[in-house]
């Protein structure tokens, strides 16, 4: 390396520097400091977490505490993990039937339209995810405009209470709160499939819907399983969509049992463990979008 | 009479076969999902807005229109309650800060990282997107627990909640001005060290006014996410003086007796378009008074002097 090449290089490490000292002691610092809360005991008296800094004396209590409430058959731990999976697959499969087709249409139909059909998908964006929960606390309410709709099409006889822990009302307000990132993920990859690749398809005598199953449909893979995780994971750690809609018990997810350990109870150290098995187990939708990131980004290099 | 009867519903059912296969005609299917789509994300926020000009204290009906919550009301508006206008005070002014931290931040960690070459970078490169994707709860318990255990000179409150901003923010910042920069061949600053220029000038004057784009768009993502969090705001508030918006709309939402929440919600929607259209306007005048060749005009008349 010469000198010149050498102090460039310089140059450009010492640019990066503030912003990787600052990840450094945000971000991977806290990391270690959850690991060692979950690792450590709790104060006696004071209620506080002890955290055990030295792996050594790491004490896995809280961990054994989270695992037998999660293999012990019937256990509430284990409901409410069995819950949290359910409702992300629901929410996640139904945000797919919607995003999919709403990207299509936007990415390849879209002609003089585009623009304004983009403004419409970019939008929720820029609106609070709580207030647009708020918008559907109060079309849920009892005297809401759902009730009011549903009673005059006659598909309900008298006026429910939708806030009351119910499922769909959880499931609605995660599709609603997440689809808009699935859509543009979706949309930003639809838009850049090569159009020559599917008239080839038509002029070999494919039908559309032979040319969007052999052509169109495989090309999006990665983009459809980018779009899941990239909604799947922030679902994973809600905790507001329940308590906002529902409230109740019935519907708590892994992030109400966090947020109940860590901001609520004495046992911050369960709370900690929680997390540290919860990124475990989203560990491995985390490696494959970094993955698939990656390779995304190298195929725009070459 | 019964061949007429049989034939009918087989040719609408031909016909409705036709429409669907012909390869020339619109996608009605996709047409109606989309609009569909769209009609429902966006018209419950609507009615949201409609419910914050109400006259009586409904949040689920219609009932005349007033200011009576943005104002009129002497102690429930949001002008006079102190919960919800400090609420909004606190989202702009973790949303200043977060955009006056997190791009030069951002902007400068970008542009080391895609050009300092060797393990360290690709190691730092690869950490820093996985704030993008780790759940929000995930880095608010993670501050949390160093704020109390480790960082005890932060308090917190709107310095741990800006911290919090920065951190998740600074991967989006990444992200935009990377893609920008992966279209940019290096030979520009390559042409402007040839010319003279040291790394730093070749870094303001060829790379950063190509970079404006990215970096506009950085400060207006940040601004907006910012204003939109609520999980890290919740957790590192000290108490209810630190509450911002999301925050406000969480504790009140099931609730709030009144329409001022919607008042709000309403008010901090306006005021997020208000900013970003501003900062787009601005940025499109600054381009149009610099001209096309702004690098090269620059670079010549640096070059002359």
């Known amino acids: ?302 | 009479m019964t061949t007429t009867a049989a034939s009918a519903p087989a040719t609408r059912a031909r016909r409705f076969r036709d429409r669907f296969s012909n390869p020339w005609g619109k996608p009605r299917f996709l047409v109606f999902i989309t609009l569909t789509y769209l009609a429902w994300s966006i018209v419950p926020i609507l009615i949201a807005i409609r419910f914050s000009f109400n006259e009586g204290r409904s949040r689920s009906t219609a009932q005349g229109w007033s200011f009576q919550w943005y104002w009129e009301n002497p102690d429930l508006s949001v002008l006079h309650d102190p919960d919800l206008s400090g609420a909004l005070v606190q989202s702009l002014k973790l949303a200043a800060l977060a955009v006056a931290i997190t791009v030069p931040l951002g902007v400068a960690l970008a542009i080391g990282l895609a050009r300092w070459r060797g393990r360290a970078a690709s190691g730092a490169r690869g950490v820093s997107i996985i704030p993008l994707v780790t759940p929000e709860i995930v880095l608010g318990v993670a501050l949390l627990l160093s704020f109390v255990q480790v960082l005890t000179f932060i308090d917190l409150g709107t310095i741990a909640q800006a911290i919090g901003h920065v951190t998740f923010s600074l991967a989006f910042v990444l992200i935009i001005v990377r893609g920008r920069l992966l279209s940019i061949s290096p030979e520009y600053e390559e042409a402007a060290q040839d010319l003279g220029g040291s790394t730093f000038q070749a870094l303001r004057l060829a790379l950063l006014p190509m970079l404006t784009p990215a970096i506009v768009a950085s400060a207006i993502v940040v601004f907006a996410i910012s204003m939109d969090d609520f999980v890290v705001s919740a957790y590192l508030s000290a108490d209810s003086t630190t509450d911002t918006v999301p925050v406000r709309i969480y504790s009140a939402g099931r609730a709030a007796p009144t329409p001022a929440l919607n008042a709000l919600a309403t008010l901090t929607l306006a005021i997020t378009l208000a900013v970003v259209a501003a900062a787009f306007v601005l940025w499109r005048i600054v381009q149009r008074r610099r001209g096309k060749g702004g690098i090269v005009e620059e670079l010549a008349q640096r070059g002359a002097s």
């Open chain 1, 1 to 302: 390396m010469s000198e010149v090449t050498r102090r460039r290089q310089a140059f450009w490490a010492g640019l990066a520097l503030p912003g990787v000292a600052w990840q450094a002691v945000f971000f991977l610092l806290p990391f270690y400091v959850i690991v060692c809360v979950a690792f450590g005991t709790v104060d006696p008296i004071f209620q506080t977490p002890r955290p055990a800094w030295n792996p050594l004396t790491w004490d896995p209590q809280a961990f054994e505490f989270v695992f037998e409430g999660l293999f012990s058959s019937g256990g509430s731990l284990q409901r409410v993990f069995i819950r949290t999976f359910v409702y992300v697959a629901i929410a996640v499969a139904l945000s797919l039937a919607i995003a999919y087709p709403v990207a299509y249409f936007v990415a390849r139909h879209g002609g003089r339209w585009k623009g304004i059909l983009l403004v419409g998908l970019v939008a929720p964006f820029f609106i609070s995810y709580l207030m647009r929960m708020l918008a559907w606390i109060n079309l849920l309410q009892d005297d809401g405009w759902v009730n009011d709709v549903l009673l005059w099409a006659g598909i309900l006889d008298a006026p429910r209470n939708w806030l009351d822990g119910r499922a769909s009302s959880v499931i609605l307000g995660l599709v609603y709160g997440y689809v808009p990132f699935m859509i543009l993920t979706l949309y930003a990859f639809l838009d850049r499939i090569d159009r020559s690749l599917l008239e080839a398809a038509r002029d070999l005598g494919a039908s559309p819907s032979r040319a969007f199953r052999l052509v169109t449909l495989p090309l999006s893979t990665p983009a459809v399983l980018a779009g899941c995780a990239i909604i799947a994971l922030p679902m994973f750690g809600d905790y507001y969509t329940p308590d906002l809609l529902s409230g109740s018990p019935n519907t708590s997810l892994i992030g109400n049992q966090i947020t109940q350990y860590i901001l609520g109870g004495p046992q911050q150290n369960v709370g900690a463990a929680l997390v540290v098995v919860l990124m475990m187990m989203l560990s491995i939708l985390l490696a494959y979008y970094v993955i698939a990131t990656a390779r995304a980004e190298r195929r725009l290099q070459r």
